[in-house]
Nanobody
Framework: QVQLLESGGGLVQAGGSLRLSCAAS????????MGWYRQAPGKQRDLVAA???????NYVDPVKGRFTISRDNAKNTAFLQMSSLKPEDTAVYYC?????????????????WGQGTQVTVSS
């Protein structure tokens, strides 16, 4: 049982900033990668940014230089600082966590999703 609590979305004008947070909770879990996907109406869900437990980051090209992902491994929490926001960043942002859990019968891999948070950037 792994749950993600996601927060930080909202309405902001173009050029503004928002900070998303995603906290993973559960027993017997080990988190490897955390990050966010986003999905706009009529479009597929695309990876925005991800970070591993070792600090390796990955960003989709349109957000490079504007978004920064970080994490606090001790708290199993990731953060996405979004700056210089553009209207095309408008989407529902879904955080995810990849890792393993141990229920006593051997470890099992998982991907867990947050509930999603709406980010709207007005022009």
């Amino acid at each position: 049982q792994v749950q993600l609590l996601e927060s930080g979305g909202g309405l902001v004008q173009a050029g503004g900033s928002l900070r998303l947070s995603c906290a993973a909770s559960g027993s017997r879990i080990s988190i490897n990668a955390m990050g966010w996907y986003r999905q706009a109406p009529g479009k597929q869900r695309d990876l925005v940014a991800a970070i591993t437990s070792g600090g390796t980051t990955n960003y989709v090209d349109p957000v490079k230089g504007r978004f920064t992902i970080s994490r606090d491994n001790a708290k199993n929490t990731a953060f996405l600082q979004m700056s210089s926001l553009k209207p095309e960043d408008t989407a529902v942002y879904y955080c995810f966590a990849d890792g393993t859990l141990d229920l006593g019968l051997g470890p099992s891999g998982f991907r867990t999703w947050g509930q999603g948070t709406q980010v709207t950037v007005s022009s």
